[in-house]
Every structure is written in C-alpha cells, then in structure tokens.
C-alpha cells in the first residue's frame, strides 16, 4: 500500500519532527537521505519507520517497517531541495558523559555554546574525519538530533562517538579523562602550532559571534590562529579542522 494523502497521520508526524519540542516528546528524530540513512544503519543506529518514495529501494541492512510513499507526500516530508526519496525515523539515544571511554591519549573536540545547526553538523563531520576519541557538547544550545545538523554532519552523527553536559560537567569529565585543555582565542599569546599535543588533548570551540565564556579560559591553555586579512573570526568548524588536524600531524611526526 502506497501512502498518496499529505493528510495522513504517519506523514504529519514525520513534518512535527522537525520540531524539537516534538522529537524530544517522542524520542524519534529524522535522518534523511540514502547516505545519511545507510550510515545510521552501519553505526547501529535504531530506525524506527522507512519511508521510500515509489520505487526506491531500502537502504542494505536494514531492519525497520517500510512505508512507500507517492512523490507528492515524500516531497511534503522533505526538508531538502531535491530530495533522493529515502528518509528514516529513528530514536535518539543517551547523550551521558559516562557513556563515552577514552583511552590515554585521546583526541576530543568540545563544542561549546554552539548555535547554529549547520555549524555543529560541520563540526562532527570534521571530527570524524579527523578521527577524533568524541565530540562533547558544553551548555548545548542547538539539538544535535535536528534534521539541519544532521545533513550537514552528512552521516557522521553517527560515526563519533557523542555526549552533553553542562560547562562544568564537561570539565569534571575532561579531568577525570586526564586531558589537557586548550581554548581558541584571537588574543592568546601563543599560535595553535607552538603546542604539544601528543599526550591527550580536549580543543574547545565557542560561538564565532561571542566566543568563549570566562570559565573555559580559567581552565584551559589558549591558543590563536593567526589571520592576515580583515575577518576578526573563523567559522566554528573551519577552526576545529585547523587545531584538529595540527593535532593529528604532530601525532605523527
């Protein structure tokens, strides 16, 4: 039976997903998209509904109901231009701090106050490709689950291992994970490539409107990256693949 009415319930409550209000009600969140869904798959991911446009074919491995759809209803539930026609509902998981094991020496990035999904999406993506030990999330502001950070993480949400907490929770756990703190700041005296960061390190990235709050700075070593034109600021993510990467090269010098 294919689902042709805009109307239908499953659809509307699809649609209320991209609210966050809603997703935290019924602890389901969209991940839509072929790759994005087969990625979510790999990463054991627990998919709840699969919606396929007429004549889409699931994605390999999984194990979900499946709702085929008309074009007209798949594009209702879209929130992307030129949708593939595969788009899954499934359940958000425990973002604890406990949940996360490092190792000695680990890599993490911590994004702190981060508003913007787009900014955050990019943020893991980075991570991931860098192949930091975990993303954690300081005084979270945007919902990781919601659909725009999940196109721009492009699957890897599901890839990092992730977790949330307030500011000082995430120092506790940054301390018992015995790592060493460093902050960006456009006044630090010392340039992100006079460090040493083969022993365990946590970088933490803020806002690019207002930074970083007082408390990481009372915490952590800072460290600047130089910029020779006008700009005053670098884009969250972009500033995580510079420190990230200049982590990962000195690793393996």
């Known amino acids: 039976m294919v689902i042709t009415s805009p109307h239908n319930p499953r659809v509307k409550g699809v649609v209320r997903l991209r609210k966050r209000r809603h997703r935290d009600d019924t602890g389901t969140f969209i991940v839509e998209g072929r790759r994005e869904a087969t990625r979510a798959v790999a990463a054991g991911v627990d998919i709840a509904t699969l919606f396929l446009q007429t004549g889409e074919i699931p994605?390999?491995?999984?194990?979900?109901?499946?709702?085929?759809?008309?074009?007209a209803v798949f594009a209702k539930m879209s929130a992307r231009q030129g949708p593939d026609g595969v788009l899954a509902v499934a359940r958000t998981w425990d973002l604890g701090?406990?949940?996360?094991?490092?190792?000695?020496?680990?890599?993490?990035?911590?994004?702190?106050?981060?508003?913007?999904?787009g900014n955050l999406g990019a943020m893991l993506r980075t991570a991931d490709a860098a192949g930091v030990d975990a993303v954690v999330l300081a005084d979270p502001v945007c919902d990781p689950f919601?659909?725009?950070?999940?196109?721009?993480?492009?699957?890897?949400?599901?890839?990092v291992p992730l977790g949330a907490g307030s500011a000082a929770e995430v120092l506790a756990w940054l301390d018992r994970a015995d790592l060493e703190v460093f902050t960006t700041s456009p006044t630090a005296e010392t340039a992100y490539w006079e460090h040493d960061y083969s022993e365990g390190a946590a970088f933490v990235i803020g806002p690019e409107d207002v930074g970083l709050s007082g408390l990481w700075f009372e915490s952590g070593t800072p460290v600047r990256i130089p910029m020779a034109g006008e700009a005053d600021s670098l884009n969250?993510?972009?500033?995580?693949?510079?420190?990230?990467?200049?982590?990962?090269?000195?690793?393996?010098?």
Do not use: H, M, W, Y
Not at 59 to 71: E, K, Y
Not at 102 to 108: M, S
Not at 237 to 248: C, H, P, R, W
């Open 59 to 71: 994605p390999a491995g999984i194990d979900a109901d499946i709702v085929d759809v008309s074009p």
């Open 97 to 117: 701090l406990d949940r996360i094991k490092t190792t000695t020496g680990a890599l993490v990035l911590v994004a702190a106050g981060i508003e913007k999904p």
């Open 146 to 159: 919601g659909p725009n950070v999940v196109r721009a993480s492009q699957g890897s949400l599901f890839s």
């Open 236 to 253: 969250a993510s972009v500033a995580a693949g510079i420190v990230l990467f200049e982590a990962v090269a000195a690793r393996s010098r």
